[in-house]
DNA sequence: AGTATTCATCATATCATCATGATAAAACAC
DNA sequence: GTGTTTTATCATGATGATATGATGAATACT
């Protein structure tokens, strides 16, 4: 309900990451065979991340990819946000614009409560919080 | 991010009728107009819900559709849940099958609160609480 | 330079969601 | 019982997310 496939897969992917040697790169194929993700599908995500400098890539012999940041440094919400919103500020959820704190709907404080957990989750909780169960 | 667009339309279908008279029905046609809907779509949304009890429906000339609880008795979760899951217990959120209180992942708790926060607003909050802004 | 390795990218396929238009079936009015 | 009104349902199309297979482009090694 709240994770697309995509956003799972980069997840997982940057999860193997950070297990990894720090500075070591590590190429799609064995990340696409270990975490079970179709491997061109996981390609681009992972250069997304890249081209976001969530992740560095290298072609060739010796290439892969590797985190850019420590994972106790790196947010969910980095690598989330590249693949669904993940707004600060809660919308009003039957998506009226004009919605706001100085404008409520009889929801809005409700509303605003679970959608600001749900986004602290995700700007709290770091990669490196995850990886301790692989 | 968290509602699809047809669990949109039904609340806000299932908010019109709760501003109508108690017991008074509803044309798709009118709500479909009122709310911009595409009119072959609501229907079979409106449908779908009156097959679960939510509504009533009645066929022909002063025909349509009521609700068949007060609102203020009508979590928004009998309506979302027809169209999207809203689990009671959180998933791990990333799909991990065996993430669980007795058997947590490193972000467990935090995503707990996150995900309690979610379904609390809808199992608490009513038909009734978001009308009152129309 | 040549070759193998690896990421980058393109073309296409599949599937669920969202949506439209046409027709069937029920209920009411006369 | 005929016609009108309304929901019920079917056939089809459009779009975006997910996925696959083939090809291009950069890097390292010899």
């Known amino acids: 309900m709240i994770l697309s496939?995509?956003?799972v897969y980069a997840l997982k992917a940057v999860m193997y990451l950070a297990a990894a040697d720090p500075g070591e790169s590590i190429r799609v194929d064995?990340?696409?065979n270990k975490l079970d993700v179709p491997r061109n599908y996981l390609s681009k995500i992972l250069h997304s991340l890249a081209r976001s400098n969530i992740l560095d890539s290298t072609r060739g012999p010796k290439g892969g990819?590797?985190?850019v940041a420590r994972p106790e440094d790196l947010p969910l919400e980095d690598i989330v946000?590249?693949?669904q919103e993940v707004s600060e500020r809660p919308r009003c959820f039957l998506g009226r614009e004009e919605c706001s704190d100085s404008t409520p709907c009889a929801a809005h404080d409700h509303w605003k409560g679970a959608s600001t957990a749900?986004?602290?989750f995700f700007k709290e909780t770091t990669v490196a919080?995850?990886?301790h169960h692989g």
Chains 1, 2 share one sequence.
Do not use: E, N
Request: no cysteine; glycine share 0%.
């Open 30 to 32: 064995d990340m696409a």
């Open 129 to 131: 919080d995850l990886s």
């Open 81 to 83: 946000s590249q693949f």
């Open 118 to 120: 749900m986004h602290r």
């Open 5 to 7: 496939q995509t956003t």
């Open 65 to 67: 990819f590797r985190l």
